[in-house]
């Protein structure tokens, strides 16, 4: 059985946060503001496999208002989502991100944030695929105010 998933998340930008997409930090002014690291590539992968196998969702499994999350590492989220997913017997087939920002150029950083995600879901480097967009300067996303991320996966039941 296959099953596809979507996954989308929104973060502010801020001065004083780092800008992390899959735990890879990017240098720049501004980063993800949010209650956690605010990775905001990690959140949407998340959400995308939890959809794919009707898991929950990021909101519920760790609540934004739950203290435990406060700067946590959300690759590490990541791991344990994936972890639930993977004991219910889905193996990822392959990932597909849109990062949506003015800034910084995401291109440069692709392949690092590939391998970071394929590790962490025990799949090929070549599974897993990102493009980096603009929003030709329209709206809060255009002017810098925030970055946008949609995900999609196909997951395989194994067992
Ligand atoms: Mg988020």
New binding site residues.
């Given amino acids: 059985m296959l099953r596809i998933g979507i996954g989308y ?3 502010r930008l801020k001065r004083g946060r780092r800008f992390l997409l899959a735990g890879i930090e990017i240098p720049f002014s501004k980063g ?1 503001d ?1 209650h ?1 690291d ?3 590539l990690a ?2 992968v998340c959400d995308a496999i939890l959809g794919a196998s009707a898991l929950g969702d ?1 909101g519920e499994l760790f609540p ?1 208002n739950d203290p435990a999350w406060k700067d946590f590492d ?1 690759m590490k989220l990541l791991r344990k989502t994936f972890e639930l997913v993977k004991n219910a017997g889905w193996k990822i087939v392959n990932l597909d991100c849109v990062v949506i920002c003015e800034k910084p150029k995401v291109l440069p950083f692709r392949d690092r944030i590939r391998e970071a995600l394929a590790n962490v879901l025990e799949i090929p480097f070549e599974n897993v695929f990102l493009k980096g967009k603009t929003a030709e300067g329209m709206g809060s996303i255009g002017k810098g105010k925030a970055i946008e991320v949609f995900v999609n996966c196909l997951l395989e039941k194994v067992k």
């Fill in positions: 998340d929104l973060h993800e949010g956690s605010g990775d905001v959140h949407a990021i934004p959300s």
